[in-house]
């Protein structure tokens, strides 16, 4: 009997991670580079260990990308042994997804048995927003899979009671907070609490160990960091997105404290030691400001708004405030998590997810609970994956600048307590009291939250509310009206009448996967899950998602003039040995040709275009030594990534290349792939270098 059940359970386990490596992998081959940026750095890290190590966006080791290295190092190591493709790109995301899948299961059993382990895996294999970003090259994934990794160990560390589980725990948490700084500690409030708590140690013995573990976590945490930081800056790639040229910075900055507080667009950085910032706009920051369409947005048509503005940061539900701040998810609420952009990411479970929570309580207040055992478990489930969801549900709330696509790193969690919570209200049910009522009422209004959310989706509420109702609501009003019978349903009956509903639950999660899995619509820069809704457009006329799935509104891509196949050819042909081909104003305009040529482009103003890597001295030393020939710049209303006195001396020094030379159309071309783009001017610098 008991290998009959082991059996049918690793069956359903393979048949679980068969499907998330299915949903993860399926069409990958056709995304091509997927998010061109971490792309175009992948292959400049290839071509030296000093970029590998930096994770330079260029050759030249002009710049680097504005995360950490984990995500992009395995990313290029998949490169490195499979050839440079998109898929191989993509693939070791895939396999993170996977992995995450298989360990939340291990994790979950570990204390609550097979079945609760089975539908964490279930749940998070069919996470839209985790789902849709292991397709692509973003680092989402690989951080992921790391805190999955993290919330394991603490969890056999608290089991145990053996030593070497929790530094491990901090390991593997340092690990993530290389793969994307300080979002993996979104996790580390709930993973103290847990193993303080719940842990059957004298409390001074825990205290110690959570010492040393914290020491294990900042030296793995940090020791990337402080190794760049210590490294002369002459001697290594400018770390893009900050204004000192430090990732302690970047970290705890422009990736951390303003994530909460909002973001004014763009750095005033200087890659030369002890040069000034330029003046600040009228608005409090320097090259911050957006201008031209209505809420702060650029002006539709242009390839971006002010210097200091990221082509990436136009999502759903955009709302601006002033300076510049921007956030990805609609106006700070606690309602936030339900609106039409992060709803469908991955809040269809949650109401479940928080009345798991409930019964995670209950569970401990019991008195006529006499196994210390279970109620360890279940103090250390409450603390770790509800105290995890309730961190993350908060911090997206109340957050001034994030990107939906963030919430992927939220799916595990809430799986996990959506696994627990199940079994345990059904428990619950089968037992006496009014806790009993807990599950119906947590699947009934799950079920009515989504369909309120469904209401938003003009093409899919008139066939999904009815059937989410349905396969949902009506098996827990059965389960309501037997609970209230006196007698309740046999073990069995109530059982599938429980399965049912839980299936019905995650008919609307299984629809926002399939669609963008089996559309192949995703934006990598942006990604989000699932059909556009009916209100979904924002300020500025904004929308969050298209009905092909892709990003759409002003700024949705990263068009930029480094499309051209004629311009790549002609920055190739008037090569005279300089190092850079060209310096252009941001990395949207590096990167097509450095994933065309492999060669060394100057992206002055790093990611978002605002970030000052150059000044006019180095500049001026660059050109003389023939590191240097042409240089990119936009429209007179555009500093084009370079300070205003960089751009008055490229204007002043250089001269404009005659369109023709190198465009089969010639003259001035309007944005997109066949030209430059909003104006902008390819200046030819030789002159000044020959003048010397």
């Known amino acids: 009997m008991q290998t009959a059940k082991k059996y049918k359970t690793g069956a359903a386990l ?9 949903l993860s992998v399926f069409n990958i ?31 030249g080791g002009w710049v680097t990308v504005d995360k950490p290295p984990v995500s992009l190092w395995i990313e290029a190591a998949f490169a490195k042994a499979f050839g440079f493709y998109g898929w191989s790109l993509i693939l070791p995301n895939c396999l993170a997804a996977a992995g995450s899948v298989f360990i939340l299961y291990r994790t979950v059993r ?35 899979f790391f ?33 994307k700084t300080l979002e993996a500690f979104l996790i580390l409030p709930a993973l103290l609490a847990a193993y303080l708590f719940a842990a059957d140690l004298r409390w001074k013995r825990r205290l110690l160990r959570l010492g040393a573990a914290a020491l294990v976590l900042a030296a793995v945490s940090l020791s990337w960091s402080a190794a760049v930081d210590l490294t002369p800056a002459d001697q290594r790639p400018y770390v893009d997105g900050s204004s000192s040229n430090s990732e302690l910075e970047l970290a705890l900055q422009y990736n951390g404290i303003q994530r909460i507080t909002g973001q004014a667009r763009g750095g005033s950085s200087f890659r030369a030691q002890g040069a000034e910032a330029p003046d600040s706009d009228e608005n409090g920051g320097a090259a911050q400001g957006f201008s031209g369409a209505p809420g702060g947005g650029a002006a539709p048509g242009s390839s971006r708004g002010s210097a200091g503005q990221r082509p990436d940061d136009f999502g759903g539900g955009a709302s601006f405030g002033g300076n510049g701040m921007f956030n990805g998810g609609g106006s700070p609420s606690p309602l936030r998590m339900f609106n039409t952009t992060l709803g469908g990411q991955d809040g269809w479970l949650l109401p479940f997810g928080l009345f798991s929570i409930a019964a995670l309580l209950v569970t401990l207040l019991r008195k ?21 969801v309730l961190t993350m549900s908060v911090y997206f709330s109340i957050s001034e600048f994030f990107h939906p696509y963030y919430l992927s790193a939220m799916a595990p969690f809430l799986a996990a307590l959506c696994g627990v919570g199940l079994v345990q209200m059904a428990k619950l049910y089968r037992g006496r009291g009014a806790a009993g ?20 989706y003009s093409y899919h509420e008139e066939l999904l509310i009815p059937v989410v109702c349905a396969a ?22 109530g059982a599938a009448l429980t399965a049912v509903a839980f299936a019905g639950l995650l008919i609307a999660p299984a629809v926002w996967t399939g669609y963008s899995v089996l559309t192949g619509g995703i934006n990598a820069q942006i990604p989000s899950a699932g059909p556009s809704a009916e209100t979904s457009a924002g300020p500025g006329g904004f929308r969050f998602q298209s009905r092909d799935g892709a990003a759409s509104g002003p700024d949705s891509g990263r068009d930029g003039s480094g499309g051209s196949e004629e311009l790549i050819r002609f920055l190739e042909q008037n090569n005279t040995g300089e190092k850079f081909l060209v310096a252009v104003p941001s990395a949207s305009e590096a990167e097509p040709i450095i994933l065309a040529t492999g060669k060394p482009v100057m992206a002055v103003g790093g990611f978002s275009g605002s970030t000052r890597t150059l000044t006019v001295e180095e500049l001026e030393k ?13 429209g007179s209303g555009d500093r084009g990534g370079a300070s205003d006195d960089v751009a008055a001396w490229v204007r002043q020094n250089g001269k404009a290349v005659d369109s023709s030379r190198w465009s089969a159309a010639g003259g001035t071309q309007t944005s997109g792939p066949e030209g430059l783009s909003g104006g902008q001017t390819l200046y030819d610098l030789s002159a000044f270098r020959d003048a010397g």
Do not use: H
Not at 34 to 45: L, P, R
Not at 622 to 634: F, T
């Open 110 to 144: 570990r204390g609550f048995g097979e079945a609760a382990g089975l539908v964490s895996a279930l749940v998070l294999a069919l996470s839209p927003i985790f789902i849709v970003v292991s397709k692509t090259n973003n680092t989402d994934s690989i951080l992921i």
């Open 29 to 59: 081959w056709n995304y091509g580079y997927s998010n061109e940026f971490y792309a175009a750095s992948v292959k400049s890290m290839l071509t030296s260990w000093k970029n590998f190590f930096f994770v330079s966006l260029d050759p």
């Open 14 to 22: 393979f048949l679980i991670l068969c499907l998330a490596v299915f």
């Open 472 to 493: 949902a609501g009506v098996p827990a009003v059965l389960l309501f009206a037997l609970r209230l019978s006196g007698r309740g349903p046999s073990r069995r009956l």
């Open 622 to 634: 660059m050109v003389k030594s023939g590191e240097l020939r042409y240089y990119l710049l936009g």
């Open 368 to 388: 006529d609970r006499k196994d210390a055992g279970a109620r360890g478990k279940s103090l250390a489930a409450l603390l770790l994956w509800g105290g995890s």
């Open 437 to 456: 009522i807990l599950l119906p009422a947590a699947l009934a209004a799950t079920a009515a939250v989504q369909a309120v959310m469904l209401k938003e």
């Open 147 to 179: 805190m999955v990794c993290s919330a394991w160990a603490v969890t056999a560390a608290i089991d145990t009671g053996k030593l070497r589980y929790l530094p491990l725990s901090a390991v593997f948490l340092g690990i993530a907070y290389n793969a």
